[in-house]
């Protein structure tokens, strides 16, 4: 089984996707010498800082995807608030900026004022963790045109984030300060965050039926809200890294397209490459779900991502202050590798069936 | 027919509206005094400012909403784009920012790049329109969960824009500074920008049947394209105001709730009311379709927009000059009314049966 059967085109998404950014780019031109101009960074792509003043500002849109389907299931609405925010302020953490403020969009079928009070609920702790202000939203009735599991209302969350550069930081962190040996931290992701899930859905539908969600995972819960989980939000924690003066040479989120292609998007300014030894191994319920499905650990890696949901690099010297830092956050953190001198990323995995997976071809 | 037999409950979008506002506003705190902070308004609610450093930053989300079904039924994609825009930038223009950014998500259930492409290219033609950059986006392939009109990909559209306040304003255009005798200016919009169109479907469908976009209009046009008319979008013209030393007292972008509502907003902080005796007519095709679906006066008015896009207060002094200037950037503009001493707002209409409304509760 892979991503393109469970109904997911990742070849035909970058191509739309590249092509969108194609046409995103001539309008640059609308702000040039202005408020709001797009900064074009090294490699002359858009380096996502907008000038306004002496504001440095960065901007991220997301979505929960899928993952909705699990609150619908569940009836648990409370916790994909924790991954809206995840998935638009920990983008923008990758590039160093600090969130500040989201705004939110509620597509939704019918009105469901609990609901939307559950969901308004978690993302107001979301936001409390993020140390981001909810400045704006926006809840748009769409009838039948939205649809999803069950009777109750269906609907699909999007947000954007925006934050602020701080002063420390010369320009967004855009892995152009990556060095050959510099040491890559893994932290711990506790499930699926908020990507994969059309792969993941496919594999319980085949394993359990249409109604997956409600077998038991364990003594206490079911596979719905294991696959709930929520993500763990990071921005908070690369904000304290650099106001401590820890400042990270490359982030990674580890978003749709695994460990190999988020880590290989930080790594393409300097050319380098990296080896991975030693990451975080998924959460058992993850192992579980790749055992059933029988997804192979390259796929799986490619999908998910297996354990570890954000990379950071740092100067050697850095390394020991930075994960003392992030335990005494709260985050799960440890050093998985280094930077090599030379393009391709090598990860030890962690998996069912554990392996050496290789890529050449990772700064494309 | 009213809007909630079309499937739109208006009192509880309120309610839900509210309280997702009320959990919002209990995160301001996670800001207070750092990058980013939300201002206070006068009235004790958010005015919209998110101070950095010295830029004082607006932030404005919103959607095409189901006007995308018309352009799954004419198959004519490169003007929604202008829906999209007008929506979220219009909304800053009524606090005086001038819109500088827009980052926007497709969620859609299967990718179809030349669809993509279409909607691309007339968002970057907005984008020149507005003045603005498209800075970031996000397109999500949600399968099934997305629904529509016909066999193609079925999707939606929203966005995020963010803006900047100029430095001549003391702060955002609340409505504050809004004085009795000054001079209501209305600029003409040529259709239902995008809004109400749950209602206009219905009546449709029940003049045509369900294929009612293929119904020819007139000669040149079917019905659905006439619906399809993009929104104008206003945002320039208002900067461009503020650039020549015209600073509007108020404004009120007409969407959803009208005229009374809408310009209601406007006047709240100064507890004053209006007179509209010389609004525009709604074009022809919009009368036709009241008429057909023997829409009262009062309900047209409270959901579309009527022929008026935006309303601007200014000074009397003001008048002239600022009706000459929205005449040479392209854009039909007329003294529609005054505002009066005490509250209530009175509307001579111009749809299909003109009359007098009289609202009075209009600054809750």
Redesign the interface.
Known sequence: MNNKNS???ID??N???K???S??K??????AG?????RIGVDGA?S?V?K????R?G?????V??K??LAERTGIYHTIGHDLMAMTVDDLAANGF?A??I?????LD??D?HI??AM??G??EA??L???????????????????YGDKM?F?W???A???LPDVLDGPIDGTAVHAGDIIISLKSRGFRSNGF?LVRQVMTDAFGNDWHTTQYDDEKTWGEMLLTPSIIYTRMITDLVEHGILPTGIAHITGGGLADNLGRALKASGLGAELTNIFAPADFVKNLQERGKISEEQAYRIWNMGNGMIVIVRPADADSAITRMGEMGFEAQVAGCILPKSGITIETKGCHPTTLRYTDTNK
Chains 1, 2 share one sequence.
């Open positions: 109904g997911v085109d035909l998404g191509a739309c996707s092509n969108a950014y046409w995103a001539k309008t640059f031109v609308n702000r202005k408020a709001g101009e797009p858009f996502n907008l306004f003043k002496d504001a500002i901007i991220s849109s997301d979505g995807g899928t909705i389907e600090e500040t403020s705004s939110n969009i509620i597509d019918f009105l004022y939307i009070d308004m609920q993302l107001h936001a409390a993020a140390g981001v202000a909810v400045t704006g939203g926006e809840i748009a009735e769409l009838g039948p045109r939205m649809n999803g269906h699909n999007c947000a954007t925006i934050g602020i059309s």
